[in-house]
T-cell receptor, first 117, second 115 residues
């Protein structure tokens, strides 16, 4: 079974600085998708960024980018120019490319990010 | 934008009560999911549904059941609430094609307390 590990329960960053959140996963599959979700305090969980395993190029979305290392099974999230609104729980998630229940999301336990003004 | 609406943000019930958590999505998504979120444990899948009247167990289905009579609505039922079911419950939906890069869209969550 696949697993997702986020080794940093909490992280802190100074406003305008850069922070990297770690995520590793375990799978024997070659085709899958990876996601980072953000859950602000008392607010809805939203998608931050996604990566297809077959793509070598790292995904970017404005200030958010990933470092996808397929061989190392690592999928870290980099937040540049951190803003107060970036403070949230961040969840890394894995999805097999297979259909059915095997294609359900598997979440890590989350990293709580604090942003200091 | 996709809208996933959960009927209650906060709910307090008593041990032994039958509890209904309702979720409605407005994007005609085939897939709907119920998760439980606890500190330090992340999100754990309770039940999911790929179509009307279809349901499948997730990782922690014990003590729960679900109902999907209409495509847009997915209900989570606690048959006899217990204190260990105090938690945050999240509903999500996604278009057909699990095993794709399409994200799940989440509701605001229901914080349920069982006294």
């Amino acid at each position: 079974a696949q697993t997702v590990t986020q080794s940093q329960p909490e992280m802190s960053v100074q406003e305008a600085e850069t922070v990297t959140l770690s995520c590793t996963y375990d799978t024997s599959e070659s085709d899958y998708y990876l996601f980072w979700y953000k859950q602000p305090p008392s607010r809805q969980m939203i998608l931050v960024i996604r990566q297809e395993a077959y793509k070598q190029q790292n995904a970017t979305e404005n200030r958010f980018s990933v470092n996808f290392q397929k061989a190392a099974k690592s999928f870290s999230l980099k937040i540049s120019d951190s803003q107060l609104g970036d403070a949230a729980m961040y969840f890394c998630a894995y999805r097999s490319a297979r259909g059915g229940s095997q294609g359900n999301l598997i979440f890590g336990k989350g990293t709580k990010l604090s942003v200091k003004p | 934008d996709v809208k996933v609406t959960q009927s209650s943000r906060y709910l307090v019930k008593r041990t032994g009560e039958k509890v209904f958590l309702e979720c409605v999505q407005d994007m005609d998504h085939e897939n709907m999911f119920w998760y439980r979120q606890d500190p330090g444990l992340g999100l754990r899948l309770i039940y999911f549904s790929y179509d009307v009247k279809m349901k499948e167990k997730g990782d922690i289905p014990e003590g729960y059941s679900v109902s999907r009579e209409k495509k847009e609505r997915f209900s989570l039922i606690l048959e006899s609430a217990s204190t260990n079911q105090t938690s945050m419950y999240l509903c999500a939906s996604s278009p057909i094609g699990t095993g794709s890069n399409q994200p799940q869209h989440f509701g605001d969550g229901t914080r349920l307390s069982i006294l």
